[in-house]
């Protein structure tokens, strides 16, 4: 029995909100890329931080965007496809860089998991309450920190205690302000789309 005919609903479990435009290779390959420049666009949008060697963006706002909305699969594939990218010398890292000998490319390796982490959630449902999605990006966040501070720590000799300092400390307000960002539009975008389904 195949119900590739029937209408989604969208609260039902187990759909992001990418799931609800009409299935294709063609919308999965524009989804990945639209993802992929998504982040290269937001991470242009940078603020170099006095005493760290890694800026504020809007890279990790848009990487946790993706993740959510396209799901675990093709989040991946799409910050795949922005770190390869940017590796190759597209210049679409915060403050257009490429490369991946900078001192924080630990975040963008970071940003390729925690995608993956916070699409595999959506797909349960984290996106489609406030406090669900505050709890999402808060572990999305925590996930590119988990990656992000260490490789600062090793790729500029900093010790774990200064790579916080540097890495992690100055970025708590900005993170809670995406959050916050986060919790007001999917949960509406989800109430909307209800509402029309």
Known sequence: MSTAAAPVRP????????????????????????????????AQLSVPVPGSPVPVSGQTFAALLVGTSLGARRGFLSLALYAVAGMAGVPWFAQASSGWSMPSFGYILGMLLAATVVGALARRGADRSVLRTAGTMVLGSAVIYAVGVPYLALATGMSLGQAVAAGLTPFLIGDALKAALAMGALPTAWKLLDRKG
């Open 11 to 42: 609260l039902r479990s187990g759909t992001v909100l990418a799931d609800l435009i009409p299935s294709s290779r063609v919308r999965d390959l524009a989804l990945v890329v639209g993802g992929a420049a998504l982040t290269g666009l937001a």
